[in-house]
């Protein structure tokens, strides 16, 4: 059965068969979608467990049309999810399904399924409240860095081909403004334009790469602030989640992903744009934290473009939005017609606010390198 996030069905009753197959500890009371992301299905089920306790799971659908090698992404999750969970507590943990499997395919539609334990006690936020809540979500994110740097079993697979490849991103857009399948390039000049004029951006973080200033590490790749789960008492960042894209990157990829979430002033899809810019304290935050748990880990390079990172991925993001838009809205999740527009607006007004702020960001880092002597 083919199920969608919002058509409002009886959530129990569709997914019962799937959590059916999982070894859930009870039988499943009640089901609901859950969470913001863009390209899953995730949905939280409640269940009776052993001797009335109540236990929760997170159910997900896998979108294959993203990841197209679902075994090879289980596989890598699996690794990771084991190595975690020797280190820390509360970790992400994949519930198997009856056959000891980590993922089920429905045979009838193709549809792919995975379960986790359901971390309790911890939450997410779309949006940093304070300095505080954004050094917790960095070192939660260095911790998971610094973790994996030890990860067993070789390179991990690439879900995602070229996923934090900039420059490719970049043709990919330039490739849609050409075809303008769906007519609206015309109304996008602008945006076509600020990206255009970045093209030389792209191939910063890959140059560096390519000249080896910078190694390729494990990493998460989508290091968004709702992919950090923070403690409900104490406010600590406890458990990194949405494991699908971890695999080789850079630590920069991860860097820049948490400043262009967690270090500004407003969400990613704000339709008035003007509100979006670069919030300098949270900023401090995020470099504070990062360096607390992954200092030891990352290089000279790394560190001088920590600011830059984050312009690196707001650019990503708004061309992967722009694109999609010009292709008809055919990747993420929109709830509106417009929404990828908005993103995309919203991401290029962040990158605007960074290379206002650049000097501004490189003294932080090194007031906060001198000040932890780094
Ligand atoms: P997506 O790929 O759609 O972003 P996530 O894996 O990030 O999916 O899950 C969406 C949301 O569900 C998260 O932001 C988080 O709030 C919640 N969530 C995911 N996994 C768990 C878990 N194991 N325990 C508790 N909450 C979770
Ligand atoms: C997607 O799955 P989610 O919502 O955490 C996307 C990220 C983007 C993000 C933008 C696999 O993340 O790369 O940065 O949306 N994930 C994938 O919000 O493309
Ligand atoms: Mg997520």
Request: with cysteine.
């Given at each position: 059965?083919?199920?969608?996030a ?27 979608p ?10 939280v089920?409640?269940?009776d467990g052993?001797?009335?306790?109540h236990?929760?799971?997170v ?17 890598n999750v ?11 507590p ?9 056959d000891?499997?980590s ?25 940093v409240?304070?300095?505080?809540q ?19 079993g ?9 996923f ?27 945006e ?16 560096l ?8 590490r ?10 950090v ?39 990613e ?9 670069v ?29 830059f ?8 993001n708004?061309?992967?939005f ?5 292709q ?8 509106h ?38």
């Open positions: 059965m083919s199920i969608s919002e058509s409002g069905q009886d959530w129990q009753r569709v997914l019962a068969p799937v959590a059916a197959e999982f070894s859930l500890d009870g039988r499943v009371v009640d089901a609901a859950y969470g913001h992301g863009h390209i899953n299905e995730t949905y089920l409640n269940c052993a001797g009335g306790r236990r929760r799971y159910l997900q659908k896998i979108n294959h049309r993203v990841f197209r090698q679902v075994p090879a992404l289980m596989e699996q690794r990771v999810c084991t190595h975690l969970g020797r280190k820390s509360r970790s992400l943990a994949l519930v198997p399904t009856d000891g499997g993922v089920w395919r429905n045979g009838a539609t193709g549809d792919w399924w995975r379960c986790y334990d359901f971390i309790e006690g911890a939450h997410t936020v779309d949006q409240a304070n300095e505080a954004a050094r917790e979500a960095a070192r939660a994110f260095g911790e998971f860095q610094s973790q994996l740097a030890d990860l067993p070789g390179r991990l697979h690439e879900t995602i081909p070229r934090h490849h900039t420059r490719s991103r970049f043709e990919a857009l330039r490739a849609a403004v050409v075809a303008d399948e769906c007519s609206r390039a015309g109304e996008v000049r602008d076509i334009a600020f990206a255009f004029a970045r093209e030389a951006d792209t191939d910063v973080l890959l140059g790469l390519a000249r080896g200033e910078v190694d390729e494990v990493t998460h790749n989508d290091t968004k602030i709702n992919n789960m923070l403690d409900d008492a104490t406010g600590r960042g406890i458990a990194v989640i949405d494991l699908d894209t971890v695999m080789p990157g850079l630590a920069l990829y991860d860097f820049g992903e948490l400043v262009r979430t967690a270090a500004s002033s407003t969400v899809d704000d339709p008035d744009s003007s509100r979006m810019r919030q300098l304290p949270l900023f401090r935050a995020l470099v504070a934290g990062y360096l607390e748990t992954a200092g030891d880990v990352l290089n000279a390079a790394e560190r001088a473009h920590l600011g990172a984050g312009k690196m991925m707001a650019l990503e708004g061309m992967r722009l694109a999609d838009y010009l008809g809205d055919v990747y993420y999740r929109i709830r017609p417009r929404h990828n527009l908005d993103r995309c607006r919203t991401q290029f007004a962040l990158v605007r606010s960074i290379e206002q702020e650049t000097r501004a960001m490189e003294r932080i880092v090194q007031e906060v390198e001198n000040r932890i002597g780094a």
